[in-house]
């Protein structure tokens, strides 16, 4: 009975430590999936975006030659980066067709200039009628006409810089058949303050570019120098190589030795049009994909929400979001790489 006596208190005591010791575990266990995090408020703003781009200078008066007549082509006496003055002969097509055509028009004018004078002299000795003498008036002026056309195509039937510049591109070459109209030659002028920097641009940032625009310019060869610019023309058709719009932006004070066609440079344009973002900390995105995102917020201070948002620029360490975060006053910004959907979390300071 003694033994029983110290026994029975021993058990109870074990039993007791035993429970008690897998109560402090499940509440260590549970204090473990807490997560500290750092939270920070945030507001909607409105803010002037900066769109980067880059492309090529040129001049803006690039033209598109061609024949006005569809034949063969004889010769192109130019070729890509030459330089040409205004009135040179770019390039002629073969005029053997066209002289051809000249020839029988000039026939046929010297044969209406007969009808009309023997109808003229039948009309006064009453042989000939008087709508006889009009057909012949009117043959003779539409054989006139003719000849008149053929010998201006003929003129066209070559083709002559408009400018003094450079030739930019040949589309074509010599015993290359070709339609009316077809370009032949790109050319542009070569004047010292006609140079632009044509960039192209998504869809997105096209949109948000108006004329007038302010913009600063780098070019390689004075790379420690910001130029500024203005966007004085915008494309109204995707181009169909790049699958870019393209804008175009006009430099100032860039000195024209310094720049040659198809110089590369680099554009930073400041549209007018301001949007309505949240600027975050760049700490604060995960699982980023061009300008899509998804950030980590919270809205009780318990719990953690995983949201998808878009993103419209990322700049210095700063994020614009302008989808994804309504409602939403607060957003973590360290402690979110170990955080899931619906984690319990625990702001610290």
């Given at each position: 009975m003694n033994l029983i006596k110290y026994i029975f208190p021993s058990i109870i005591l074990v039993f007791c430590l035993s429970a008690c010791?897998?109560?402090?575990?499940?509440?260590?266990?549970?204090?473990?999936?807490?997560i500290p995090v750092k939270?920070?408020?945030?507001?909607?703003?409105?803010?002037?975006?900066?769109?980067?781009?880059?492309?090529?200078?040129?001049?803006?008066?690039?033209?598109?030659?061609?024949?006005?007549?569809?034949?063969?082509?004889?010769?192109?006496?130019?070729?890509?980066?030459?330089?040409?003055?205004?009135?040179?002969?770019l390039a002629t097509l073969n005029l053997t067709e066209i002289k051809a055509q000249v020839q029988?028009?000039?026939?046929?004018?010297?044969?209406?200039e007969r009808d009309f004078t023997r109808a003229g002299n039948l009309y006064k000795d009453s042989v000939a009628t008087l709508e006889q003498f009009q057909n012949s008036k009117s043959a003779l002026d539409l054989a006139r006409q003719q000849i008149s056309v053929l010998k201006f195509n003929q003129n066209y039937a070559e083709i002559r810089a408009v400018?003094?510049?450079?030739?930019?591109?040949?589309?074509?070459?010599?015993?290359?058949?070709?339609?009316p109209g077809t370009p032949i030659l790109q050319i542009n002028g070569a004047n010292k303050d006609n140079w632009v920097l044509?960039?192209?641009?998504?869809?997105?940032?096209?949109?948000?570019?108006?004329?007038?625009?302010r913009a600063s310019v780098t070019i390689d060869t004075e790379k420690e120098q910001n130029f500024s610019a203005n966007v004085v023309a915008k494309s109204e058709g995707v181009d169909p190589i790049t699958g870019t719009l393209w804008v175009t932006l006009k430099t100032k004070g860039i000195p024209s030795k310094k720049?040659?066609?198809?110089?590369?440079?680099?554009?930073?344009?400041l549209p007018n049009k301001k949007i309505m973002a949240w600027v975050v900390p760049f700490d604060a995105i995960i699982d980023g994909n061009q300008n899509q995102g998804f950030v980590f917020v919270t809205t009780d201070g318990k719990t953690a929400e995983k949201r998808p948002v878009k993103i419209s620029q990322i700049e210095h360490g700063k994020v614009l979001i302008s989808e994804g975060l309504s409602g939403v006053k607060g957003i973590i910004t360290s402690g979110n790489a170990y955080l899931n959907d619906g984690s319990a979390i625990k702001i610290i300071r």
């Open positions: 010791g897998k109560k402090k575990a499940e509440e260590t266990n549970i204090a473990s999936d807490v939270v920070i408020e945030i507001n909607q703003e409105s803010i002037g975006q900066t769109i980067h781009a880059s492309g090529v200078f040129t001049t803006e008066d690039e033209t598109y030659l061609g024949f006005k007549i569809g034949g063969v082509i004889q010769h192109i006496l130019v070729k890509e980066g030459d330089a040409i003055k205004s009135g040179q002969l029988q028009a000039q026939i046929g004018l010297e044969k209406a400018k003094s510049g450079y030739v930019l591109k040949k589309f074509a070459n010599d015993e290359q058949v070709v339609g044509k960039v192209g641009l998504s869809d997105q940032d096209w949109s948000s570019v108006s004329l007038g625009d720049i040659a066609l198809g110089i590369f440079g680099k554009a930073n344009i």
